[in-house]
Structure formats: C-alpha cells, structure tokens
C-alpha cells in the first residue's frame, strides 16, 4: 500500500511518523517533494527537511514538480 506523507517544516514531525512503521526507513523510498521552496530566496528549510530524512534512514529521490507531465510524474513515482 501506498502512502502519502504531507508536512510542512517535516523535520519536526518525522520521529513521530518513524514510530508509527511498521518497517524500518532503510526499507522505504520517500519521494521528496521540494517545489514549494522553489520561489523562496531562502530555502534552508527544504535542505533541513531532506537532511533529516536521508538522517532517519530513509532513501531519498528529489522529485520537483514544475514543468512535469501528469504521465512523467507518475513514472518517477513509481516504486516510490
């Protein structure tokens, strides 16, 4: 089954999502989303988010939205 995991500052919320698998995070492949710090000057945060992450154990692929077909995102998601 597949799930979604939406946050915004996630680095604050991610030992908490850790303790509700049923798998370690080494077992899951996060598809991190980091558009939304696209237009921001400062994206620190998107850069922690991520770091925190790949930290937890998690495999990390980046998968930026803008400029993305309905059909190539759903092919980069896939096994994500």
């Not at 995991?5 to 509700?20: C, E, G, P, Q, Y």
């Not at 770091?51 to 896939?78: A, R, S």
């Amino acid at each position: 089954m597949k799930n979604l995991f939406l946050a915004s500052v996630a680095r604050n919320t991610l030992d908490i999502l850790v303790k509700s698998l049923d798998s370690l995070p080494g077992e899951f492949t996060v598809a991190f989303i980091p558009t939304a710090g696209n237009i921001m000057k400062e994206n620190w945060f998107v850069l922690e988010d991520r770091k925190k992450l790949i930290d937890l154990g998690f495999k990390v692929i980046d998968l930026n939205l803008e400029g993305k077909t309905k059909n190539q995102l759903l092919e980069e998601m896939n096994g994500v």
